[in-house]
Every structure is written in C-alpha cells, then in structure tokens.
C-alpha cells in the first residue's frame, strides 16, 4: 500500500516520457527497480525474521526505486525543458474533461481483462478437487501474466506511435503502423506458444511443487497454446484503439467480449461438461478471440482519415 503513491508518480512520468519517444532511460531504471526488489526480498525474507513480510516491503522499495532514479535523469538531462514549459493550471483545468474521456474508459479496458481474471480464479476454486485445480490455473495465471507484460510492451509502442501519427495528420502512416504492429506481435506471440508448447511439463515444476498439481498444470498448458496467440494479437489492437482515441468502444466490446460471452462460456465447459481449469481457460479465451474480432472489425470501418481530424481537434482543444 505504502509503494503505490511513489507508482503512481512513476507511471505518470513514464508515460509522458513515451509519448515523447524516451524508452531507454526507463528500461534502466525498471532494472535497477526489479534488482532492488530482488536482492531486498531475498534478504529480508530468508535472513530476517519478517518472513513473507520481508517480501511486500520488498515490493514497497522497488517501487519507491522507480520515481526516485527519475530525479538524477531530470536533474543532469534537462529533457523535461523540450516538452513541458512548467506549471499552468489553468490550463491544465481545461484538459479534465478530455482526459477523463479518455482516461476512464481506457482504464475500464484493461480493468474488464483484469476482473474477470479475478472472477476465474474464484471459479477454479470451486471445481471439484479445488486445491489441485486452483493450483493449476495458478500456473496458467503465471505464464500469461509473464508474457502479458511482453505483449502489452509491444501495445504500448503501437499505441504512442499511432497516436503520434495521428496527431501530425499523418492517417496512412498511422495505418501502416498498427499493420506492421500486428505483423510483429503476431510473430511473437507465434514464438510463444510454442515455446510453451514444447515446455510445458517443465514449466508447473519450476512455479509448484506437489506433484498432482505439476501434471495437472501440465495439461491443462496446451490450452494456453492458442490462447497466447490470440491474446497477443487482442492486446495490440487494444494499443491501437487507445492511441486513435477509441477508448470508450473498446470498453464496451471488453465488457461484452468477456462478461456475456467469456465468463458463461467458460462456466458452461468447466462445470455442465466437465472440463475443469481447461473449460475456463477456452472460455476465457473465447471471450479475448471475441473482443479482438469484434474490434478489429469495428477498426477496419472506421475512417483514419477522420481519426486524424478528430486528434487534431483535441491537440488545439
């Protein structure tokens, strides 16, 4: 709790710092944030008497790392001086509107994926042999957050790049750079689920150790296969949709995508037919393949050209 006022300052600077084309600094600083929170964890867990106490603070000080190695960057660079002229807020008051229109629906985008990964984890718990099954979909839950920070890097840098674009008036580019967005995460995501594939009786014994658990793990991992595919694909158009300023359709296709169509699915697999963790898991991915359908047929409708009058409108807002 104490760690995330200093996140929230970091993730407003991190931001800022993207949409101006800074990576470099913030990768080394991530780092140095993940190091901290490493070598402090081990420390105070095991050679302390704070236990697994030890680890949330660890947390706290990894966070707190984040915005404090920000003050050297700005002090010594002076980047900050090319694209913030200083304190106005007055004109800040002015942008409120605009950025909760933005804001809220895009946090809703990321929240409707968020919660109803939540609500799985409660519905694995109640299968029959719960522990087993909830240690299983603990492993799947590992594994996808894992290469969910990957993929979201890659919606991240299609989401500056096509807002960019559209805010210089540039919709062809705009266009190409969320095809060529497309073409890349779709590789990786490729790479990924094979890699799982091909892994997956080793990956349950590296996060668990009790051995039913592992063999469940391992089977219900194929599931993760093609779900990895789709996810992939799913987050950059999700990038994509929050860099032309489409935030509040992405939100409601969310919402549909996983609570009418995702969640009963899974539900209908797991306990009517038996299908246990896996059930959930097609159902959740059958939610993903319905948001990114439906958004990229939205998308493929939409005019780039008026996207680009509609980014101008809010630049000179």
Request: charged fraction near 10%; aromatic fraction near 14%; hydrophobic fraction near 55%.
């Amino acid at each position: 709790m104490f760690g995330v006022p200093f996140l929230f300052v970091y993730e407003m600077c991190r931001k800022l710092m993207q949409a101006q084309n800074i990576v470099g600094p913030l990768v080394v600083i991530m780092v140095l944030g993940i190091c901290v929170n490493v070598v402090s964890g081990y420390y105070l867990t095991y050679y302390t008497s704070m236990g697994f106490h030890g680890a949330a603070l660890s947390r706290t000080l990894g966070y707190a790392t984040l915005p404090i190695c920000l003050l050297p960057y700005f002090w010594f660079t002076k980047s900050y001086e090319a694209w913030w002229p200083g304190w106005d807020f007055k004109a800040a008051l002015k942008h409120v509107g605009i950025f909760l229109h933005l804001g809220v629906p895009g946090m809703l985008m990321m929240a409707m994926e968020w919660w109803a990964n939540e609500i799985l984890g409660l519905m694995a718990g109640w299968l029959p042999n719960g522990v087993v099954e909830v240690s299983a979909h603990a492993v799947l839950m590992n594994v996808t957050t894992l290469f969910y920070m990957a993929f979201l890097s890659m919606a991240v840098s299609g989401n500056i790049l096509v807002g960019n674009a559209l805010g210089a008036n540039q919709p062809k580019k705009a266009r190409l750079i969320s095809y060529l967005t497309m073409f890349m995460v779709t590789f990786m995501s490729l790479l990924v689920a094979l890699g799982i594939f091909v892994l997956r009786y080793q990956i349950p014994g590296w996060l668990i150790s009790d051995t039913e658990a592992i063999q469940r793990a391992a089977e219900a991992l194929v599931v993760l296969v093609p779900f990895e595919i789709v996810e992939g694909v799913n987050m950059v158009i999700q990038g994509i949709y929050r860099g032309t300023g489409q935030q509040h359709m992405a939100a409601k296709t969310n919402a549909f995508a996983f609570y009418v169509v995702g969640i009963p699915v899974g539900a209908l697999l797991a306990f009517q037919l038996h299908a246990q963790v896996e059930g959930l898991w097609i159902g959740f991915g059958v939610g993903v393949f319905t948001a990114f359908a439906v958004c990229s047929y939205l998308l493929h409708n939409m005019s780039w050209q008026q996207m680009a009058d509609d980014a101008q409108a809010r630049t000179n807002h």
